[in-house]
């Protein structure tokens, strides 16, 4: 798979003018497939690389007839621009496309992190009001944690306000890019990682907790691991 992460035009708008069109491409690389193409005006460039290539090869490939047939891109020694591991090769080339290809590397799908945090012991909000019940999620990928309240009426049970959490979590933006919220039995709530790119996320954790009279305090499970998809890497073509 080949996820576009970002496209950028060249610094200044003088250059923008003189270029055209786009000179960088920074793409996550998932399987065996090559990025997207560049309209290269001639010069000199870097290309880039970072993460596990699972025994595959980068190679950065020129084409002069518009796409059609692809070249591998070689230094004065003759040797192919290509890298099998995290790191950056300066290179200069006339006008042509550009891309980059990843091959030989052993692909695998991975598995998505699943972390479900229950409610098992019964908890009827006390008489006193709206009360207070604080959701805090923490993980690797943003800081600091991101934290939610919901306010829940007297005298209700799990059954009504643990899908109130459930509703609060699945529409926030905040967690949209990183997490699917899902319910986990009648009064569980589960987070799925978007993505298998990264490995498990042992520091990932979501806790309730009541407040006002309430007992509430769970903390969730990682009921299933995050396992890496390979190959999983982050390449960048840009003009020097």
């Not at 019964?122 to 009360?131: F, I, S, T």
Request: aromatic share 4%; proline share 5%; net charge neutral.
């Amino acid at each position: 798979m080949l996820a576009t992460i970002a496209k950028k035009g060249l610094p200044s708008d003088r250059q923008k003018t003189r270029y055209g069109q786009m000179q960088t491409v920074i793409a996550r690389l998932s399987s065996n497939v090559s990025t997207e193409v560049i309209d290269w005006h001639g010069g000199g460039g870097s290309f880039s690389a970072n993460g596990n290539f699972a025994a595959g090869s980068l190679l950065l490939e020129s084409s002069i007839d518009g796409g059609a047939t692809w070249i591998s891109c070689k230094d004065s020694s003759g040797a192919d621009l290509a890298l099998t591991a995290t790191g950056i090769i300066s290179f200069s080339i006339g006008s042509c496309k550009l891309r980059t290809t990843m091959s030989g590397s052993t692909v695998a799908a991975g598995t998505l992190q699943v972390e479900t945090a229950a409610v098992v012991t019964e908890d009827v909000v006390p008489n006193v009001g709206l009360v207070p019940v604080t959701i805090t999620i923490t993980s690797a990928l943003f800081s600091p944690p991101k934290s939610f309240v919901i306010s829940v009426p007297p005298r209700v049970g799990k059954a009504e306000w643990v899908p109130v959490i459930y509703e609060i979590l699945n529409k926030s933006a905040e967690l949209a890019p990183y997490y699917t919220v899902s319910r986990s039995g009648a009064s569980g709530i589960a987070l799925t990682a978007i993505t298998p790119a990264a490995a498990n996320d042992t520091s990932l954790v979501m806790t309730i907790v009541g407040s006002n009279g309430m007992t509430t305090s769970v903390t969730s499970g990682n009921t299933t691991a995050g396992v890496a998809a390979t190959p999983n890497v982050l390449v960048s073509v840009q003009k020097r």
